[in-house]
């Protein structure tokens, strides 16, 4: 998770309620792109109960203390009974509604019990990540308070792709692929940053050095092959591009150990 939507979160809701909600949100994509598909469900769970919380802070100022029980039928009573005068619809309805799917996958699934015939795992982690983006966006979205081009790149991100081949250390997003071409390398870092674009100073910084001397060849050869739209100092992938990284898989992790140097 990126530090500036962490800061967004933690300003507008409750800081070790955020902590529980982002927590449990890694921990389900970690896993979901690790297959660990059944844990994405149960890591799902922990995230309902944060962002439930979350929705009680928000609508009557005070939450169910974390470690006490949660009565979330209650909860989503309570919400959907508050008036659309002074609630959006999102807080009163959407967001419970979605978290209840997430709940149940947990606890009536597969992710919680044993199951017969098909596994659903996969198809079930995979609604899942898909709601915990949708419901962690529409909480940015609600904290923001104002709309900006900057916010709606954090939502845009979000909603869309993020990929396990990156990591993130502070600001620095560190690709853990050795084996990908100067070309591969730069889409996989643009697939990431999503429709913000990266400006073509922190691309340098964050490729290897071996790869430096030649990025502005790299980006315009790309941009050559329309994979890549040049945008003065910023650099964005485009639909084919985008294409291309989904087509060759580069956003998969590391499948070979990497030897440690003795």
Not at 126 to 140: H, N, P, R
Not at 161 to 169: A, E, G, L, T, Y
Not at 228 to 250: N, S
Request: hydrophobic share 45%.
């Amino acid at each position: 998770m990126t530090g500036r939507i962490t800061a967004l979160l933690e300003e507008a809701y409750d800081t070790a309620l955020v902590k529980e909600l982002l927590l449990a949100y890694d921990e389900a994509k970690r896993n979901f792109y690790l297959g660990g598909h059944r844990l994405s469900a149960v890591e799902g769970g922990r995230f309902c109960e944060a962002a439930y919380r979350i929705l009680e802070l928000r609508t009557k100022g005070a939450f169910t203390p974390i470690g006490e029980v949660l009565d979330t039928e209650k909860v989503a009573k309570q919400l959907s009974g508050l008036p659309s005068s002074g609630f959006p619809k999102s807080l009163r309805i959407y967001i419970p509604r979605a978290l209840r799917v997430v709940y149940d996958i947990r606890n009536s699934r597969d992710a919680a019990h044993l199951a017969d015939g098909v596994d659903p795992n996969l198809q079930d982690a995979t609604l899942v990540v898909s709601i915990l983006d949708w419901v962690l966006a529409e909480f940015v979205r609600l904290g923001a308070g104002s709309s900006s081009k900057d916010i709606q790149a954090m939502i845009d991100g979000l909603v869309t792709r993020q990929i396990p081949v990156v990591q993130i250390f502070g600001r620095y997003p560190k690709v853990l692929r050795t084996d990908l071409r100067a070309g591969e390398f730069v889409l996989v870092l643009l697939y990431h940053a999503g429709a913000a674009g990266v400006p073509i100073p922190d691309l340098l910084a964050w490729i290897p050095s071996s790869m430096r001397a030649n990025l502005r060849r790299t980006l315009r050869t790309l941009e050559t092959k329309a994979l890549v739209h040049l945008d003065g100092e910023v650099a964005l992938i485009t639909y084919a591009g985008q294409r291309v990284v989904e087509a060759k898989r580069l956003f998969d992790p590391p499948v070979t150990e990497t030897a440690i140097p003795s």
